[in-house]
């Protein structure tokens, strides 16, 4: 999860240098991508306490009113507005906490967001607190699907390596995927949480009809997988992307490549792949790669692990691949 240096404009948003004709009532007119733009510092005014403190102290701060004794987190107040206006003080707040409400995910991010989809996005209160801190919610366990974190799940404080005193520095993880020693340290960092060895599911033992299914399913994804690296609209959803994926179900393992295009699968046991997709039944993926149903859906319905989080995005485009060789056969049929 560390980030490269980012600009303020992403790179992806800006325009190349390129020009197209328009027509207008029979007169061609010639339009060029121009840039127009400012850039601006913006003061943290009176939060500048609370961003700093985060950025450089790994601390999190409230305000808490002398009289009424209230802390609110983030210090939005320097003044009480329940206590006719008494200055607050600063106080700092413990790191864990629970949440005040079960977060809703998101899976399907805007663009600015779709680097770090999947993502909770949910209000805790820190011990210490009286009011909810709005907060980012992550978990080291693979990807994060619903039930995870809910109203009242302990979370703990997460802040990232490189900090520039912004709210995205920290988000939340739940405090039972933590080491007792890791639950009491205070700033504690991205980089100190093994995001590694995510729990992966452990399935029975295989009975003969499972070998069957899984013999039978793997064929079938064989097929598709060759029909797809055949299609040019198909490989449209996987270009310039590269992925070795180990997939583990009850009846045995195997391996998908994904290739600037290319799709391929093979029986075999990968020693380092990208990432591990487990899902009991075979079907599932057979069923998905046949866009009969999505594969997204498989995840978030828990019938489907992956084991980084991030990998979301690359089972968004399975299913695009699933989708555009869909509709590639469904055009051929019609002609
Ligand atoms: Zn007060």
Redesign the pocket.
């Known amino acids: 999860m560390t980030e490269k240096v980012q600009k303020v404009i992403p790179d992806e948003y800006i325009p190349e240098v390129r020009s197209r004709v328009v027509t207008i009532d029979n007169k061609d007119y010639l339009l060029q991508n121009d840039a127009m733009f400012t850039f601006y510092e913006r003061s943290m005014g009176e939060f500048s306490p609370f961003f700093l403190a985060i950025k450089d102290e790994k601390k999190i701060l409230g305000c808490k ?1 002398p ?4 802390v609110r987190v983030p210090p939005m107040v320097t003044h ?1 507005p ?2 006719n206006f ?1 200055p ?1 003080e600063l106080v700092e707040v413990e790191q864990v906490g629970k949440m005040n409400t079960t977060p809703p995910i998101t899976y399907f991010a805007t663009s600015m967001f779709l680097d770090k989809a999947p993502f909770g996005r949910g209000r805790v209160i820190l011990n210490g607190a009286d009011t909810a801190l709005s907060v980012m919610l992550y978990t080291t366990t693979g990807i994060l699907v619903p039930g995870l974190i809910k109203k009242g799940t302990e979370v703990k404080v997460i802040f990232g390596d490189e900090r520039i005193g912004q709210i995205t520095d920290i988000y939340c993880v739940p405090a039972s995927e933590l080491t007792p020693e890791q639950l009491a340290k205070k700033g504690l960092q991205e980089s100190e949480l093994n995001w590694e060895a995510p729990k992966e599911p452990e399935f029975p033992e295989a009975s003969d009809e499972d070998m069957a299914v899984y013999k039978q399913s793997l064929k079938e994804m064989q097929a598709l997988a060759a029909e797809m690296s055949r299609s040019k609209r198909a490989r449209k959803a996987i270009e310039g992307w590269k992925r070795d994926i180990a997939v583990k179900t009850k009846g045995g393992e195997f391996a998908m490549y994904i290739d600037d295009g290319d799709f391929k699968i093979e029986e075999k046991k990968l020693k380092s792949p990208d990432f591990v997709m487990a899902c009991e039944d075979p079907r599932t993926l057979l069923d998905g790669l046949m866009y009969n149903g999505a594969i997204t859906d498989s995840v978030i319905m828990k019938r489907l692990w992956i084991s980084k989080n991030l990998e979301f995005n690359t089972i968004f485009k399975l299913d695009r691949l699933a989708r555009f060789l869909a509709r590639e056969k469904k055009e051929q049929a019609v002609k």
Do not use: L, S
């Open positions: 009113c009289k009424c004794g209230i009480c329940d206590c008494t607050t």
